[in-house]
């Protein structure tokens, strides 16, 4: 099983050297996909919401994947060079004051508008309602995953990374959000 799993890591990291923005565009659609899956599984849906889990694939592939390859490239220009922990903590806080804000409503009005289909009033009301608990929330735990993926990883699994965590991140929220239902019935 190991030389399978190791011949499958050897693959991926030649096509994400020849094929870099693909490569993170397509594993960002299938961790976001799979990510969903897991959470309708969890949630107790009898019945997957396939619809829903090709939304989410599009928008990591269409979105996630490519935002994250440009920033990743972006931060590297702007702290060319530079390293130590110093140059970690800038690049934590530029992406915390920048990317996170950004992320966190854009993903917010996708899921509203796209995903769920709701009107625009309806989402521009659950932003305005719900937007500063969760980017409140994302300051207290992303800025950890943003040092080790800064201090430990190398550019190139970045992405991955980012990616990674936020699909166990959305399971996490999703069973957060179903035992607060499961405590009001």
Not at 154 to 164: D, G, S, T
Not at 167 to 176: D, G, R
Request: with cysteine; charged share 20%; aromatic share 14%.
């Amino acid at each position: 099983m190991s030389e399978i799993v190791k011949e499958a890591w050897t693959k991926y990291l030649a096509q994400l050297q020849l094929h870099p923005l693909r490569t993170k565009a397509i594993t960002a659609g299938v961790l976001v996909g799979s990510s969903d899956v897991i959470a309708q599984k969890i949630s107790g849906v009898k019945r997957l919401q396939v619809k829903r889990i090709l939304l989410l694939m599009l928008y990591g592939f269409a979105y996630s994947g490519p935002f994250g390859h440009f920033l990743h490239k972006l931060m590297d220009v702007i702290f060319q060079g530079k390293k130590g922990n110093t140059t970690v903590a800038k690049k934590v806080l530029l992406e915390q004051l920048t990317s996170s804000p950004w992320n966190n409503f854009f993903f917010m009005m996708y899921y509203g508008l796209v995903v769920e289909g709701r009107p625009w009033g309806l989402v521009k009301n659950k932003v305005r309602k719900d937007y500063p608990s969760i980017q409140l929330t994302a300051w207290k735990f992303w800025p950890i995953v943003g040092w080790i993926n800064y201090q430990y990883m190398p550019l190139q699994l970045r992405v991955l990374f980012h990616n990674f965590i936020a699909s166990c991140w959305a399971i996490f929220l999703n069973l957060k959000a179903r035992s607060v239902t499961a405590k009001k019935d």
